[in-house]
């Protein structure tokens, strides 16, 4: 039973260019770039609005000053006579602001018209028109703010009043550098947290990581401690106990071989000697054996084929049912104890069975159950005296179970044996001049605990041992 390791065999993704695949970013990298963008997005969404916002005040200011001023001309009582218009005493006193009155075709009222004049472009002549009640627009030549209504004093004259925008703009051009600065240190903040939440959270699954590395790396299959109570507590706590079945496993592999080897031990070297015994015999000048004693040595030779051969297959029943639990079908219960029965017969001679059974299904491997009851079955058949009884039924019992008791005729099972008849390759001092490989109970006991049940050895009501299979399922 030896296997065969072989190193891994390192494996090289190509692109479709041919050329090795390009490494994929770590999980940690990941983390913390989408923190990072995550925050500049929200940043840039709150930076943008935030701008706009600012924007549309800062215009709606100077449009509102440039309103508030052209009222304050247009309503100005005091009004000065120069040349043909009319001229409030306000006007004079407007700051920061180019004005000029206009008529239709963009020219000024005024007799002299002023040195710097407001931009007028085709909105202030159709306000000078009557075209239109108002305008206002972002002159882009100038970089001003420019406003027209028409002038109450004189028909066919418009009021145009401009502001520069020098300031807002410097306002808006502070404002995103602001924005830009706060932004790039949001980003640079989220990135860094993101690296120290990745470096913190993943510090668990490096450390599962590390254990698995090391367990592929020795074959040590000690638990992993466990911190906290999160998710990846409970993934360790499932990898432990992961570790836990397959340490089990192992332990049970090692104490089969083990146990294996030993009972192999004995057949073998009485069958080593018996054939020297043979081959020694059959060389010249070496002392003949009678025919008695060759009858004898091949009647013991066959005896240990049958031993080994036995031995063997029990061995392999014990090695499939220690596979995982698949395959698993409805079973007809009584279908199966009666299979058990007819193969049971065949080899019990002058052996009776008593049977009363009562349907009941179980979901299992039916192979596994019939072989099962067939070992009880052969079991209670062998230690049994000639024409005797074996007693066999199978009734439930009322808590979800049923039990397949098999009662035998024989001497019984001594107290001090009671615990230990389904244990792997263990006979009694009864049994160990009898023929069997020391499997058959042990066989039962692990089908049973394949399939959720339990086994249980005692005393028989006629004096011989009683074995209990209990398996769960439902009544037929």
């Known amino acids: ?17 041919g050329g090795p695949a390009p490494r994929r970013m770590s999980l940690r990298a990941r983390v913390t770039l989408l923190a990072a963008a995550c925050v500049a997005g929200v940043l840039a969404l709150v930076s943008l609005g935030a701008y706009i916002t600012v924007y549309n005040n800062l215009y709606q200011q100077v449009d509102d000053e440039l ?13 000065v006579q ?41 909105d202030e002549r159709q306000v000078a028109s009557g075209e239109r009640s108002s305008s206002i627009r972002t002159d882009r030549n100038t970089d001003s703010r420019v406003l027209a209504v028409p002038y109450r004093y004189q028909p066919g004259v418009a009021l145009v009043l401009s502001q520069p925008l020098d300031a807002t703009k410097q306002t808006l051009r502070e404002l995103a550098v602001v924005l830009a600065l706060i ?18 959270g993943l510090r ?10 090391h367990i592929a790396r020795t074959g040590d299959l000690r638990p992993i401690p466990i911190s906290g109570d999160d998710e ?9 106990t992961m570790l836990g079945a397959v340490a089990d496993s192992q332990e049970r592999q090692r104490q089969l071989v083990a146990d294996a080897g030993h009972e192999l031990r004995t057949p073998l070297t009485s069958l080593r000697t018996n054939l020297e015994l043979l081959l020694s015999a059959s060389r010249s000048g070496a002392p003949s054996l009678s025919e008695q004693d060759r009858a004898d040595i091949e009647t013991d030779i066959k005896a240990q084929l049958d031993e080994l051969t036995q031995l063997i297959g029990d061995l392999v029943e014990l090695a499939r049912q220690d596979e995982p639990r698949t395959g698993f079908e409805r079973v007809e219960l009584v279908e199966v104890v009666e299979r058990a029965l007819d193969r049971a017969r065949r080899r019990a001679g002058e052996i009776e069975f008593d049977v009363q059974l009562q349907p009941w299904v179980v979901v299992g491997d039916a192979g596994a159950l019939e072989r099962a009851v067939l070992n009880l079955l052969d079991n209670a058949v062998k230690f049994s005296p000639p024409e005797s009884r074996v007693r066999i039924s199978m009734h439930p019992v009322g808590d979800g179970t049923a039990v397949i008791e098999v009662a035998d005729s024989g001497p019984g099972i001594a107290d001090e044996d009671l615990p230990r008849v389904f244990d792997r390759f263990y006979r009694s001092s009864e049994a160990r001049t009898l023929p069997g490989s020391g499997l058959g109970l042990a066989i039962v006991k692990q089908a049973a605990e394949r399939h959720g049940g339990t086994v249980h050895a005692g005393r028989a009501p006629e004096g011989g041992a009683l074995m209990a299979l209990r398996l769960p399922g439902t009544p037929g």
């Open 82 to 122: 120069t040349g043909g218009l009319r001229i409030p005493t306000y006007i004079t006193r407007l700051v920061d602001v180019r004005f000029d009155l206009i008529v239709a075709d963009g020219s000024s009222a005024f007799e002299s018209q002023p040195s710097v004049r407001p931009p007028i472009g085709l």
């Open 1 to 17: 039973m030896s296997q065969t390791m072989t190193e891994p065999v390192p494996v090289i993704r190509v692109d479709e260019g």
């Open 232 to 240: 990846l507590a409970r993934l360790t706590h499932s990898f432990n």
């Open 204 to 213: 668990p699954v490096e450390r599962l990581t590390s254990a698995t590395e």
């Open 183 to 200: 932004g790039g240190g949001g980003i640079l903040v989220a990135a860094l947290a993101g690296t120290a939440v990745a470096r913190t």
């Open 67 to 79: 309103v508030q001023q052209a009222n304050s001309v247009i309503n100005d009582p005091q009004v």
